[in-house]
């Protein structure tokens, strides 16, 4: 093992913004909406202003880029006081704590609402092309019977996004806010109407990426990446690992519910006029141990209209994270070298650095979770959605 860790990093290298870390936590985790970061740093010439973006450099890496949440200037006798060699006096050394979040996080936890996403789009009404087709007929028939003006009969039409799919949904909420979005995977599944008034952007992102069984992620560049949750994790593969591992362990839990069923209802006829509106309630399970018996979860949709195979996709992404979640390794190591290493694009489930300045020299430390199985399912439900 020749290899002696940290002793390339140094003040120029380790920074935020060219503030060079005093210490850094920064951890990056499929579970939560967006990836954290805590940080100390000398700033001589200030702080890095609240909303403001800022870029960690661990070892001459960058780490990505992060929404300064809370700047605070730290003064501590134990921590600050100081006297700089050949001076007459003691003073505090510029110290700044920051709390940081991933890039994008300002505009993806804003809610829709009329003041974010602009009077002209709300509410945000989405349909079908189907759908439009039969809200236009409806509403120019209320029209020629008198029931409303004919410039009612416009405003309500027009009030309507139509949409082919849930992928059309994600980049219209991501254009209202600012976002850009990068799709791995395609969204088919769309119910006929959705109207996520109230919600916040991620929420109503990761929603509507469920109905295909995919997923959502704000990556390290603020780009939300549209995911197959279950090719990417699903399939199985080798672990990354720190160039040195110096702890592990693994782990095989009890499934917290085994049995995952999804009920509603959607209209299942074709035209509007034959159809019916009929429950839906689909049920997905998982291998129990031996002498486990079954623990069910009911999810009831009611905001929307769904169909089988939407209900299948949401109760089979909810089960796979359960089921390899359930199943981790965890590594602990030096991090150099490993500082690419995050969710999605190492198929991990998280990563937690640890960067930290003694006085005479950096400990620079990697901790990762990994899931250590597959998981696959039998035949999907056919897309239009009825048996």
Partial sequence: MGQTFSSALNGSNCTVSGQTIVSLAATEDLVADYDTASAVCLAPSGAHAKGSTVQTIEGGVSTGYWTVEDPVRVKSGARTWRKK??????????????????LGYMQARSTLSAWNIGYDNFPPKFCTIA????ITNEVGER?????????????????????YSGADVVAHICSWVGLSVQF?????????????????????????????GA???????????????????????????????LEEEYHDTLYPITC??????????????LAQDTAVEVTEGLATAAGERTVEERVEIREYPITPALAQK???????????EAGIVRYRGPAEGSQGIRPLASRVFSVTRNLEWDGLKYRYEIDITAPTSSISWGADLPQS???
């Fill in 215 to 245: 997923s959502i992620r704000l990556d390290r560049s603020g780009t939300i990446v549209v995911y197959d949750w279950q090719e990417t994790y699903g399939r199985g593969g080798s672990v990354p690992r720190p160039q040195a591992v």
């Fill in 260 to 273: 995952l069923t999804v009920v509603g209802s959607g209209l299942s006829g074709y035209y509007r006029t």
């Fill in 385 to 387: 959605g009825w048996w």
């Fill in 314 to 324: 949401i109760a089979r992404e909810r089960l796979s994270r359960i089921a390899l």
């Fill in 184 to 212: 791995g995977v395609g969204l088919p599944l769309m119910p006929e109407e959705y109207t996520p008034i109230g919600k916040t952007v991620i929420s109503a992102l990761q929603e509507v990426a469920s109905w295909s």
């Fill in 85 to 102: 060699s050949g001076d007459h006096s003691y003073g505090h050394i510029p110290l700044i704590s920051y709390r940081l979040r991933r």
């Fill in 131 to 134: 759908r439009l087709a039969e």
């Fill in 143 to 163: 029209s020629r019977n008198g029931e409303i003006h004919p410039s009612e009969a416009r405003a309500l039409r027009q009030s309507w996004n139509p949409v």
